[in-house]
């Protein structure tokens, strides 16, 4: 607490006040002062006799303390305050001041925004200091590596069911794409990298991590060892066919720019979607389309080379036919197959041993053999067959059986003994008689 006569000042003030009363006693010269102080021979007179003037407290800027001439009123302070509270509850101070000014027109800056959030105690997810990491340079060319993965979170907050985000992002230019699914595996992997080839081109790597939809966890064939190769997932095999190459991350920080991404949206984004009321996935789907562009307006980057390696689609492909899930299946001598539990009857009559079960995303399936489809109907019953129940015969062995050999042998000898002894017993009976 300064009383009266007390001047608070900083030590800066001190020290530029010190070096001013060496001016003003002619001990030091102005230009010399302008030297220490780091400022012009004019600002040293203006502050000399300032001091002569008014004193120590003249070393002081006149606007220490006075409201800045830019300073927001009361009015649109406490309005803005209300909306953080009410509006834009949990808004970070950056997305907070965003949507002030874009949808409520009050245009306040995040630092500015922090700092009364900060005084009247309103709880914000701050950012947590994070564990260094050797930096990665980005890649050089648009479609050089994509980086991709799926995130599973409450993305409409209770408003519809629980999703997962397939996300995309290109590493040299942070260019997103994502579309929402129930769940994920291995057909919203793969209707994901449909919609995004579709858009973007196909790309020449794509960098994702070893979860069991992206990379098989069955031990490798004997084949595949004498080919020096590893067993593919489906949607590995997929991206085989189409000429991508898939890079494996070893952990989650190694791909950090689609993990960054997934952070931001599970800010961001979910903060979007509660405004506009988003609550199923068709609206969900339908606002990220719209999205997309504006994120990747602001935040995407110009990479350090302007080639666009993404590939056009080959006309003469087919991508249902690549992006689905095929299983090889034995075909029995009666032309039929066992898939999923269920027995289908071959129409065409081909001379083959296995068939390829494709069954596309749509929830269609194609039977093929080499290039040629098959025509195939389920056999919704099996016919019953009619015969007679079967009397089953007890077999006893005989008594000289190799099992009832010693047991045999055994009972000849006790009968033989109990017999030799009953005969000595008459004998002893007739004895006894006579007597």
Same mark, same amino acid.
């Given at each position: 607490?300064?009383?009266?006569?007390?001047?608070?000042?900083?030590?800066?003030?001190?020290?530029?006040?010190?070096?001013?009363?060496?001016?003003?006693?002619?001990?030091?010269?102005?230009?010399?002062?302008?030297?220490?102080?780091?400022?012009?021979?004019?600002?040293?007179?203006?502050?000399?006799?300032?001091?002569?003037?008014?004193?120590?407290?003249?070393?002081?800027?006149?606007?220490?303390?006075?409201?800045?001439?830019?300073?927001?009123?009361?009015?649109?302070?406490?309005?803005?305050?209300?909306?953080?509270?009410?509006?834009?509850?949990?808004?970070?101070?950056?997305?907070?001041?965003?949507?002030?000014?874009?949808?409520?027109?009050?245009?306040?800056?995040?630092?500015?925004?922090?700092?009364?959030?900060?005084?009247?105690?309103?709880?914000?997810?701050?950012?947590?200091?994070?564990?260094?990491?050797?930096?990665?340079?980005?890649?050089?060319?648009?479609?050089?590596?994509?980086?991709?993965?799926?995130?599973?979170?409450?993305?409409?907050?209770?408003?519809?069911?629980?999703?997962?985000?397939?996300?995309?992002?290109?590493?040299?230019?942070?260019?997103?794409?994502?579309?929402?699914?129930?769940?994920?595996?291995?057909?919203?992997?793969?209707?994901?990298?449909?919609?995004?080839?579709?858009?973007?081109?196909?790309?020449?790597?794509?960098?994702?991590?070893?979860?069991?939809?992206?990379?098989?966890?069955?031990?490798?064939?004997? *084949?595949?060892? #004498?080919? =020096? @190769?590893?067993? $593919?997932? +489906?949607?590995?095999?997929? /991206?085989?066919?189409?000429?991508?190459?898939?890079?494996?991350?070893?952990?989650?920080?190694?791909?950090?720019?689609?993990?960054?991404?997934?952070?931001?949206?599970?800010?961001?984004?979910?903060? *979007?979607?509660? #405004?506009? =009321? @988003?609550?199923? $996935?068709? +609206?969900?789907?339908?606002? /990220?389309?719209?999205?997309?562009?504006?994120?990747?307006?602001?935040?995407?980057?110009?990479?350090?080379?302007?080639?666009?390696?993404?590939?056009?689609?080959?006309?003469?492909?087919?991508?249902? *036919?690549?992006?689905?899930?095929?299983?090889?299946?034995?075909?029995?001598?009666?032309?039929?197959?066992?898939?999923?539990?269920?027995?289908?009857?071959?129409?065409?009559?081909?001379?083959?041993?296995?068939?390829?079960?494709?069954?596309?995303?749509?929830?269609?399936?194609?039977?093929?053999?080499?290039?040629?489809?098959?025509?195939?109907?389920?056999?919704?019953?099996?016919?019953?067959?009619?015969?007679?129940?079967?009397?089953?015969?007890?077999?006893?062995?005989?008594?000289?059986?190799?099992?009832?050999?010693?047991?045999?042998?055994?009972?000849?000898?006790?009968?033989?003994?109990?017999?030799?002894?009953?005969?000595?017993?008459?004998?002893?009976?007739?004895?006894?008689?006579?007597?």
């Amino acid at each position: 607490m300064t009383g009266k006569d007390m001047i608070a000042m900083s030590q800066g003030d001190l020290r530029r006040l010190a070096v001013i009363h060496k001016v003003i006693d002619k001990r030091l010269s102005q230009v010399e002062a302008a030297d220490v102080l780091e400022l012009s021979d004019r600002q040293i007179r203006r502050i000399s006799a300032r001091v002569s003037e008014e004193g120590d407290k003249g070393v002081i800027h006149r606007s220490r303390g006075l409201p800045s001439h830019n300073a927001l009123d009361a009015k649109t302070k406490r309005r803005a305050i209300d909306l953080c509270k009410e509006v834009y509850e949990g808004f970070g101070p950056t997305l907070a001041s965003e949507k002030l000014f874009e949808r409520d027109k009050i245009k306040v800056s995040r630092e500015t925004l922090r700092q009364w959030l900060k005084q009247e105690r309103l709880p914000y997810s701050d950012r947590k200091k994070r564990p260094h990491r050797h930096w990665r340079e980005r890649k050089e060319c648009y479609g050089q590596m994509i980086q991709m993965d799926g995130s599973d979170h409450d993305w409409l907050e209770a408003r519809g069911p629980k999703c997962v985000l397939m996300g995309y992002i290109d590493d040299a230019t942070g260019i997103p794409f994502g579309r929402f699914y129930a769940y994920e595996g291995t057909i919203p992997a793969m209707g994901s990298f449909k919609g995004y080839i579709k858009k973007h081109g196909i790309p020449v790597s794509v960098y994702l991590d070893r979860h069991s939809t992206y990379k098989s966890t069955q031990k490798p064939t004997i *084949e595949d060892e #004498l080919n =020096n @190769i590893g067993p $593919l997932s +489906q949607f590995g095999r997929a /991206l085989k066919e189409l000429g991508v190459e898939l890079i494996y991350a070893r952990s989650a920080p190694a791909k950090g720019r689609i993990e960054r991404l997934f952070k931001t949206f599970q800010d961001r984004l979910i903060k *979007e979607m509660r #405004l506009h =009321n @988003i609550s199923s $996935l068709d +609206q969900a789907n339908a606002f /990220l389309e719209r999205y997309l562009p504006v994120y990747a307006k602001r935040f995407a980057v110009k990479p350090s080379k302007s080639d666009d390696l993404h590939r056009p689609i080959p006309k003469d492909i087919d991508l249902d *036919e690549i992006l689905c899930v095929k299983t090889e299946r034995a075909l029995r001598n009666d032309f039929t197959i066992a898939h999923d539990k269920k027995l289908y009857q071959i129409q065409n009559n081909i001379n083959a041993q296995k068939v390829m079960v494709e069954e596309r995303m749509d929830g269609s399936m194609v039977i093929r053999h080499k290039d040629s489809t098959l025509k195939f109907t389920q056999i919704s019953e099996l016919p019953q067959k009619q015969h007679e129940p079967k009397i089953r015969k007890i077999h006893i062995p005989p008594m000289d059986h190799p099992w009832k050999r010693a047991m045999y042998e055994r009972y000849q000898h006790i009968h033989s003994y109990s017999q030799r002894e009953k005969g000595s017993q008459k004998e002893k009976e007739l004895l006894l008689v006579k007597t």
